[in-house]
């Protein structure tokens, strides 16, 4: 007989934006004429950048003639977009990271998902609370939680994320061996600063832990004094992996190219307290599990870092940054206390006293507007939304009209 892996079962119903993506369609079924302002799942809405679109054709037209065409390509991404990558985005910030220790992927969340892979079912693995549930769900795939009681895993080490802390994770108490960190944050849009983070890199090499760093919106960070990869931090490189998307940068959320920065310093140990370069496991398990992004697709990503291509993609996550702010102000005039929208796309929301769920339809039926309820990203939302500012400028003001009249 046949049998399903059991932990599955202790998962959710469903995925946090399926759940939201039915539930927003059914209210579309019952209210075919009016038109929906979606703000909710960080997906973005304009158009590639000129630069990116022309490499794309450019790769295209180079997979249509023998002489130029390519088969498989190395898993790890090629050179010519690696080498890219740790120039700008890290040797010209300091940070040393060399280009064969990035690892070119489909995107943040496959490779936020699939890293748990690597380590012992037995580590104590702490994550923040709200969260962005791809860490979460993947632990519980994978067997490392009990079963879900009162809003929370067994097992897991949940780190309080809330306004008295501004909203930035609670150190744990007691050691932990594998720490998820995401700044700017997804949901909160909080930031850290290079002494928090620092605090951190301390955390982890005292405890011989891990840090799985998300920085998928760095390139929001406006504000120069915050660190835009955690290796801008002294001992990083030993104990933390990061991950980084074209996504939110670029516009990439439907063309798909993230990447993986591993250092090869960084190490994990067998029982006996040997140590083992993740490294090492990260590139045997791309090599066994995935064969690389498409050569048009990395011809595309390699553009972002043309000149022009820099200034497009700075204009282009500028934009949502203006209508990051125009949210945040109307929040601010209807008297809602908030985070993030600054260096952030996301504006965490509290609801005043209603529950994440109620406020989410209360939007949605009164004001034709998509949030994402802050209880789908954990415990500690319950009494949040989170609003997000990828769409067009228009919508957002017509967004923000409607939410003003309704909350009013
Ligand atoms: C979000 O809305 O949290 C993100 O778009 C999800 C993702 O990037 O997968």
Redesign the pocket.
């Known amino acids: 007989m046949i049998r399903a892996n059991d932990n599955y079962q202790k998962l959710q119903a469903s995925y946090l ?1 399926s759940d939201i993506a039915q539930r927003v369609a059914l209210f579309q079924k019952n209210n075919p004429d009016t038109r929906i302002i979606r703000l909710g ?3 973005v809405t304009r158009g590639l950048p000129p630069a990116v679109i022309k490499a794309f054709h450019e790769g295209v037209d180079e997979m249509a003639d023998d002489a130029t065409f390519r088969g498989y390509g190395p898993e790890q991404g090629y050179a010519f977009l690696r080498e890219k990558i740790a120039a700008h985005d890290y040797q010209a910030r300091g940070a040393d990271i060399s280009a064969d220790e990035i690892f070119v992927s489909d995107g943040a ?1 496959c490779d936020t998902g699939n890293f748990q892979e690597l380590f012992a079912k037995d580590i104590k693995i702490a994550i923040p609370d709200p969260v ?1 549930p791809v860490y979460l769900d993947t632990n519980v795939m994978a067997g490392r939680t009990g079963v879900f009681e009162n809003g929370r895993y067994q097992n897991i080490v949940y780190m309080d994320c809330l306004r008295k802390n501004d909203f930035l994770p609670e150190m744990p108490k007691e050691p932990v061996d594998l720490i998820y960190l995401c700044f700017p944050n ?2 909160t849009g909080t930031c850290a600063t290079k002494s928090e983070l620092a605090a951190w890199v301390d955390y982890a090499r005292q405890n011989q832990a891990l840090i799985l760093f998300d920085a ?1 919106y760095e390139a929001f960070i406006r504000d120069d004094s915050l660190p835009k990869t955690i290796y801008e931090i002294d001992g990083a490189h030993e104990v933390a992996v990061e991950f980084r998307s074209f ?1 939110k940068t670029a516009g990439f959320t439907g063309t798909r190219c993230g990447f993986t920065v591993v250092p090869k310093t960084c190490s994990v140990f067998t029982g006996e307290g040997e140590k083992i370069s993740v490294h090492a496991l990260w590139n045997r398990r791309q090599s066994t599990k995935f064969n690389g992004v498409s050569y048009p697709v990395q011809k595309a990503a390699e553009a972002v870092y043309s000149r022009e291509g820099q200034a497009q993609v700075k204009e282009l996550v500028s934009s949502y940054l203006q209508n990051a702010d125009i949210i945040c102000r109307t929040v601010e005039d209807l008297g809602y206390d908030y985070a993030g929208g600054k260096n952030s796309p996301y504006i965490w929301v509290d609801g005043q006293g209603r529950d994440s769920w109620e406020f989410f339809d209360l939007l949605l039926n009164q004001a034709s507007v998509v949030c ?1 309820p802050g209880g789908g990203f954990g415990r500690c939302g319950n009494a949040y939304i989170r609003i ?1 500012a990828f769409n067009s400028r228009k919508n957002v003001e017509l967004a923000m009209k409607s939410i003003k009249e309704a909350l009013k």
């Open positions: 934006f799942i960080g997906d969340k962005y997804n949901p998928a996504s994402t997000s």
